[in-house]
């Protein structure tokens, strides 16, 4: 199995050289294909627009919602192409992760001038990681 910190990386290097190449000011969706297909050139399992079901209250909703990436099982990856991220898009990938109790996403934003400015690593009951090289815009809080 993976861990967390490799895909993760290999996520934001895949997503700085799309953004680099591609620039901004395409559909979500175009960064959402590219990002795949590069993260399964990687070697990394990816699914696209996975439907995930909520149980609550005894109700079951088949279609709660969708992500974006699932990358390994184990990463979300929103993605967005807005000029800013409101403080909404964090809090809606914290959900996601609570509902999959899943430990970490990505928030990609690849219509802000730089990535390192669209980038947010989200995290649900995860300790800080060990690696300096992961900790970008790390200061969302639910």
Do not use: W
Request: charged share 25%; hydrophobic share 40%.
């Amino acid at each position: 199995m993976k861990e967390l910190d490799d895909i993760t990386a290999a996520i934001i290097d895949s997503a700085i050289r799309i953004h680099k190449d591609l620039g901004l000011g395409l559909l979500e969706s175009v960064y959402e294909v590219v990002l795949a297909s590069e993260l399964e050139t990687r070697g990394f399992t990816t699914e696209r627009q996975k439907s995930v079901c909520i149980k609550y209250n005894g109700m079951k909703f088949e279609e709660g919602f969708r992500v974006d990436l699932l990358v390994e099982s184990r990463v979300i990856v929103e993605l967005k192409s807005v000029e800013t991220l409101s403080a909404i898009h964090g809090k809606q990938l914290l959900t996601y992760l609570r509902l999959m109790n899943l430990q970490v996403g990505l928030l990609v934003n690849f219509g802000a001038p730089t990535l390192r400015e669209g980038l947010q690593r989200v995290v649900n009951n995860l300790p800080s990681s060990a690696s300096p090289r992961l900790r970008v815009n790390q200061s969302l809080k639910p």
